[in-house]
């Protein structure tokens, strides 16, 4: 089975991803953190990255094409991206919702601890939410623009979780339960 894992920045993807992923021993693909490695090798942060994404179709089209692949050519697999449902159709597809205000909290406290997210200079709190909030506005309106989809809408997908008021351990049990119960009934 192939999972598709979307959410709000902050929201909780990454930390489900990979634990489920090792859990299920299934290959983890993290599409943000292609498009980060990208971002840097441009020498760009990925705030940057996205508004230049914004104006250029090119930049999204190459992760389109690679995830498309992979919906053909894997049974098996976790991908973590924003259009993964989209291009991967018969996944199994996973929202997580966290609000902008959470999310920079979850944020911000990892920024603290490390630089790895490729952010940017964002040196408050404040920022880092104004940031979430334009991140989301910004993806919202690149994806209508060149795919007519909002994928932040709740029909999209087979599960949508509001991750604000839970623990990181209660989400990834949430996911897993659901996860479990879908490979169970194929």
Do not use: C
Request: charged share 30%.
């Amino acid at each position: 089975m192939i999972v598709t894992l979307s959410g709000t920045p902050g929201s909780g993807k990454s930390t489900v991803a990979k634990n489920l992923a090792h859990e299920l021993k299934y290959p983890h693909l993290d599409l943000g953190a292609i498009r980060r490695r990208l971002a840097r090798r441009q020498g760009l942060t990925l705030q940057a990255y996205n508004r230049l994404a914004e104006h250029d179709p090119s930049i999204d089209r190459a992760t389109d094409g690679f995830q498309r692949r992979i919906g053909r050519t894997r049974t098996n697999a976790l991908i973590e991206g924003r259009m993964s449902f989209h291009f991967i159709p018969r996944s199994l597809k996973i929202f997580l919702y966290a609000s902008p205000a959470v999310g920079a909290r979850r944020i911000w406290r990892q920024l603290q601890r490390s630089s790895k997210r490729n952010e940017g200079s964002l040196g408050s709190l404040n920022e880092v939410e104004r940031a979430v909030r334009q991140r989301i506005r910004g993806d919202r309106e690149r994806y209508w623009k060149y795919y007519r989809i909002n994928p932040f809408l709740k029909r999209h997908y087979d599960l949508f979780l509001d991750t604000s008021h839970l623990n990181r351990y209660q989400v990834f049990h949430r996911v897993r339960s659901f996860v479990r119960r879908k490979i169970s009934a194929d």
